[in-house]
């Protein structure tokens, strides 16, 4: 009987896509995916490091399956990705029952790796070399790219999917220990982005469900690939993309402020297919605390990308991180973030309390001085703030058509009662805002328009005009979403 594989997963995109990739390795050697950690004979934690609460969370996962482990001292539990690489043999020492430590960067040796443990061998720790250790190029070499062919099957959904166009980062931000985990930059292939999204939308076709494609990367607006005498961009990217046959929607992530350049800007506004979305963190609006983060901009640099990005892309929806109680932040520096957002009034943001990760330059160099309850205090009071703004920045949408890509079931939908095949949807619009919808399953996987009734900070509530073949309101659209 073939073997049967677990894998929980926290964490960023980038790690969603390394486990659906994990699994379509392991499928390919023979592994059947398991239902539960129970019933696996191999469990698989991809961690994640950015914050200590994440690193906290994965131990304290593991300390429960010490009993398990006990009880079947056969089964083989591997701690994957960037806590993996961080803390290295620490994991064996904080948790000796684990068999099997993997940092991203060697993914690809896994399906071995866990053979070798089955048959004694183990426990096996497989990471790259601390990267300040070693000359770059010796470095881009250990952090090898993992990139196994693409599995429908392993994908929550066969209508989304990510893509990677970028490993690594070499921004070094003060506060950030990816560029240690990760490791150097690397772009991948135009050829082979290209291959693998076509790929994908032969198997969107063929499941007569409509695709959207995730382009990922840390930083993924420094793609930089040279072949020859060319180099390419991730503009070049998204216009050697549109075109696909199958492909509906088109997305990259996560964007850096100091690589938003006028080109991509006019690609997203150029191509039909690229959403008018972009996920670019400006982190603080203080310049100080920028400079003391190492992010190579300020705050009116930001706001000037911004003038620019609205200037093309009209109605374009930008979203944005935020860092408080960063190292030495000063009550009024807390207040320069705070005006940045009602300015920018980004369509969401995502706030988190400055969380010290060793081996960092800012975990080296500054005290981390914002007691914890100041922390806690600037992120209800900043996320108060973005709450509001999101709540009137989708109110114009009311009375309006959007289409919307729908995803499945709402979570909610179990509980409500179903009408004959008509139960509650969820979906996205083009610029990723959240609708909910009664239809019918048939749905899910197709772009269809609704058109809003009521709109919250995160959801926007809606009726389905599927059955009205090009409906269309007759307000005129101020924003990218409205029809
Ligand atoms: N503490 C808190 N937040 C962090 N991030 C990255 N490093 C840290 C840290 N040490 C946040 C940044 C980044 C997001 C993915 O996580 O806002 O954009
Ligand atoms: Fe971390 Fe900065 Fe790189 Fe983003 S750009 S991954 S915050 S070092």
């Known amino acids: ?131 300040g250790a070693a000359t770059h190029a010796e470095a881009r070499e250990s952090f090898a790219q993992f990139n196994p062919t693409r599995h429908v099957e392993t994908r929550a959904s066969a209508h ?69 005498e060319r180099t390419y961009r991730l503009a070049d990217v998204l216009y050697r993309l549109n075109d696909i046959e199958g492909l509906a929607r088109l997305k990259f992530v996560t964007n850096h402020p100091r690589h938003m350049t006028d080109d991509l800007i006019r690609a997203v506004a150029d191509l039909e297919k690229v959403s008018p979305y972009f996920h670019v963190p ?62 920018a009034r980004f369509k969401n943001s995502f706030i988190f309390k400055y969380s010290p990760r060793p081996g960092t330059y800012a975990a080296e160099h500054y005290d981390d001085d914002v007691p914890e309850r100041e922390k806690r205090r600037r992120n209800n009071k900043l996320l108060a703030v973005q709450n509001a703004i999101s709540e009137e920045e989708n109110q114009p949408l009311v009375g309006h058509t959007v289409e919307v890509l729908v995803e499945g079931p709402s979570k909610s939908s179990a509980k409500r009662h179903a009408a004959g095949d008509v139960t509650q949807l969820v979906g996205r619009t083009t610029c990723d805002r959240i609708v909910v919808f009664d239809g019918s399953v048939d749905l899910v996987g197709q772009v269809v328009p609704v058109e809003i009734e009521s709109a919250g900070a995160f959801t926007l509530f809606g009726k389905s005009l599927f059955h009205r073949e090009g409906a269309k309101s007759a307000k005129k659209p101020q924003n990218a979403d409205r029809k």
């Open 1 to 131: 009987m073939s073997k049967r594989f677990y894998i929980e997963t926290v964490g960023c995109q980038m790690n969603v896509l390394d486990s659906e990739l994990i699994a379509s390795g392991l499928i390919g050697v023979g592994y059947e995916p398991a239902e539960s950690r129970r019933r696996a004979d191999v469990v698989l934690f991809n961690t994640c490091s950015v914050r200590q609460h994440a690193e906290d969370k994965i131990y304290s996962a593991l300390g429960r399956l010490k009993h398990a482990k006990e009880h079947d001292p056969t089964k083989i539990i591997g701690v994957v990705g960037c806590m993996a690489q961080k803390d290295g043999p620490l994991v064996f020492r904080r948790a000796p029952h684990v068999d099997l430590v993997v940092g991203p960067s060697h993914l690809g040796q896994l399906a071995r790796l866990i053979d070798e443990v089955a048959t004694g061998g183990g426990p096996l720790i497989a990471v790259s070399p601390d990267r």
């Open 160 to 228: 989304q999917a990510m893509v990677r166009a970028m490993f690594g980062c070499d921004n070094y931000c003060s506060y950030c220990v990816v560029p240690a985990v990760r490791g150097p930059e690397q772009s991948r292939p135009i050829d082979e982005i290209e291959k693998e999204v076509r790929l994908l939308a032969r198997q969107a076709l063929d499941r007569h469900v409509a695709l959207e494609v995730t382009l990922l990367g840390q930083t993924v607006n420094s793609y930089r690939y040279r072949d020859g």
């Open 282 to 343: 400006a982190q603080s609006g203080s310049d100080r605390m920028l400079k003391r983060m190492r992010r190579g901009y300020t705050a009116g640099q930001y706001r000037e990308m911004l003038e620019r990005i609205w200037a093309a892309v009209p109605g374009a929806a930008v979203t944005s991180d935020f860092i408080v109680g960063f190292c030495g932040e000063t009550e009024a520096e807390f207040d320069e973030t705070v005006e940045l957002v009602r300015q």
